[in-house]
Every structure is written in structure tokens, then in C-alpha cells.
């Protein structure tokens, strides 16, 4: 059993500045790059669960690695390397406030939208006579704003030029570069009998160039649907089977818990966190055709941090 980690405190030399988000921890090194940890907490209904997930980290770290190196023809990524499985160091980019939402299908948000009666989101028309998992004629893009604090935001491409968060050269390439980056992960997904439904791409200017930052194409920040019988399943009016974390969701509402005023986290048992690990693993399998391979640590911490700081230090300038 590996020792998980579900916190990182790390002082790292030459750190300048350390972030803490819902699963990753990130630490700025010398003002230029980054070190992301990939911790092995999970998240679900913006509540951080208290028990961690043996090789979590390791599996959303190889999945972002191996989709980062598949896209870097389309738009330079953050990415320099992966001294270990679940860390990657990167370059420091000012991030753009936006999340790149695309959507291919009628399906999660959009669905919940579309069911009360509305037809646009985000700017974005959805013809009528569609049915919950239905493909768009063309994907959809629903901007959402980045929250310091709290929820993110839809938005719409017009108020996002009204408030002139980017210029409106900027937000033709971020939709140009969404566009292509979902293509390329849509071809991928389906050669491993996948649909790409919806995904989130997030941005960053470096030296005024654009960069693709964060995760991408994960089980964390994207839907897929498994694409043996997904017609038939429409056309019977059935759910779609899904790659996600939903059945994490779906095991806490059976416990009494959606994240609402009042309502106590319940304590996962051994059984359902190794099922968890073992369907994160199988997910890294099918999303990357590649064998996943279970690196055990009996010191997580200390194996993490040998192995960033002999990695600033054959790359320091110094």
C-alpha cells in the first residue's frame, strides 16, 4: 500500500510562494517556475473528502502528462518535466481568469439548463428538440469566469470582451486553440472506444505568448462517455455509461450528503477507497491505452521532495 498524500507543506529552495487548490498543491520557485504536487485527496461537491486515494495523484499526474505531450503541436504547454509520478514542474504563466468550457454533448450543465426551459448558454444557442446526451451540431464553447473565492461563473464571449478581461484578439486564439485541443482529445478518446463529451482548458500568458496550463483531458476535468452502444442507449432513452467520478457523487448522496448547509462528510470505508483507487487506475488505462504502473512509497513526502529539489538543483542558473 503506498503512503498517500493528502497534504503537502513543502519549502522547496528558491520557493517564493505556495497555492493550495481542492487536489493540487502548487509552489512558485525562483518567480519562474512551477512545481505542481499532485496530491491524493478528491473532491466532490466543492467539499474536499477527508480520506485520501492510494495512487490518485499518480494517475492524474500521468494522465495530464501524457495529454500535455500530445497537444504541445497545437499550443505551447506549461510543462518541462516529471521528476516524479505525481509532480510536474513547469514555467510560471500569468493565468488568464477564464475556464475554456467546450461541449460536444447535451449533457451535465448543459442539460440542467436546457431542461428548465432555456436555450442559450453562455451566448451559445441549443436548438430545440434535443434530448439529455445528445451530440450539438457543432461543440459549444461556455466561458467560465475564475473565481478567487467560491463558484465559477458562466459567461458569455460579449461580456467577456465588455469587461475586457482578454482583448478581443486574445479570445479569437483561446477559442481557435479550444477548438483544435478538443478535436485532438475527441480523436484520441475515440481510438479507445471513447467520446470526449465536455472538458475545461485553462490558459496563461508567458512573455505575452499563450500557454495551456493545468490539468487537461482527466477523469477530474472532463466527461467521456463509453462509445460501444451509445447510440442504442439513445435512442432507448437510457443513461449514457460514463468515465467519470460521478459514481463518487453518487455513493455520497446514498450516505446523505451533497455538499449542502448542515450536512456532515461521511467516512468512506477501506473497501470504497480501494474501489476508488482501482477505478481511477482503470479510467488512466482506457484514457491512455497505456498499463499503469503502481509506484508504492513507504515515505511519499520525502521521496516528493528529494526529487524536485535535486531537480532545481541541476537546473538552477546558479
Not at 32 to 43: G, K, Y
Not at 179 to 194: T, V, Y
Request: overall charge negative.
Amino acid at each position: 500500500m503506498s503512503q498517500s498524500l493528502h497534504a503537502s507543506r513543502f519549502n522547496f529552495p528558491t520557493q517564493t510562494h505556495a497555492y493550495h487548490g481542492k487536489v493540487r498543491d502548487m509552489y512558485s520557485i525562483a518567480n519562474n517556475m512551477m512545481v505542481a504536487v499532485v496530491s491524493d485527496r478528491i473532491s466532490a461537491f466543492d467539499a474536499i473528502l477527508p480520506e485520501p486515494i492510494p495512487f490518485k495523484g499518480q494517475v492524474l499526474n500521468g494522465i495530464a502528462s501524457y495529454f500535455l505531450d500530445a497537444v504541445s503541436d497545437i499550443v505551447p504547454t506549461w510543462k518541462v518535466d516529471t521528476p516524479h509520478p505525481q509532480v510536474t514542474i513547469g514555467h510560471a504563466c500569468e493565468p488568464i481568469r477564464l475556464e475554456m468550457v467546450i461541449r460536444g454533448y447535451l449533457t451535465g450543465h448543459a442539460w440542467r439548463t436546457y431542461s428548465s426551459g432555456k436555450r442559450v448558454l453562455c451566448g451559445e444557442a441549443m436548438p430545440d428538440g434535443m434530448q439529455e446526451h445528445d451530440r450539438f451540431p457543432q461543440p459549444i464553447i461556455t466561458p467560465a469566469t475564475k473565481a478567487e473565492e467560491g463558484h465559477d461563473e458562466d459567461i458569455s464571449k460579449e461580456d467577456i470582451l465588455k469587461r475586457e478581461i482578454v482583448s478581443p484578439a486574445l479570445y479569437k486564439e483561446l477559442e481557435r486553440v479550444t477548438r483544435s485541443l478538443f478535436k485532438r482529445g475527441s480523436e484520441m478518446a475515440q481510438k479507445q472506444g471513447l467520446i470526449l463529451v465536455d472538458t475545461k482548458y485553462e490558459f496563461g500568458l508567458r512573455n505575452g505568448e499563450l500557454f495551456l496550463i493545468d490539468e487537461i483531458h482527466t477523469p477530474d476535468s472532463s466527461r467521456y462517455f463509453i462509445a460501444e452502444g451509445y447510440q442504442q442507449r439513445q435512442d432507448r432513452g437510457e443513461q449514457q455509461k460514463q468515465l467519470s467520478k460521478e459514481f463518487v457523487r453518487e455513493w455520497l448522496m446514498a450516505n446523505g450528503f451533497m455538499g449542502l448547509e448542515g450536512q456532515s462528510i461521511p467516512e468512506m470505508p477501506e473497501a470504497f477507497i480501494n474501489e476508488i483507487t482501482e477505478r481511477y487506475i482503470g479510467l488512466f488505462e482506457q484514457v491512455t491505452g497505456r498499463t499503469f504502473e503502481r509506484i508504492a512509497s513507504k515515505s511519499l513526502e520525502i521521496d516528493i521532495e528529494t526529487a524536485v529539489v535535486s531537480w532545481i538543483s541541476a537546473n538552477s542558473n546558479g
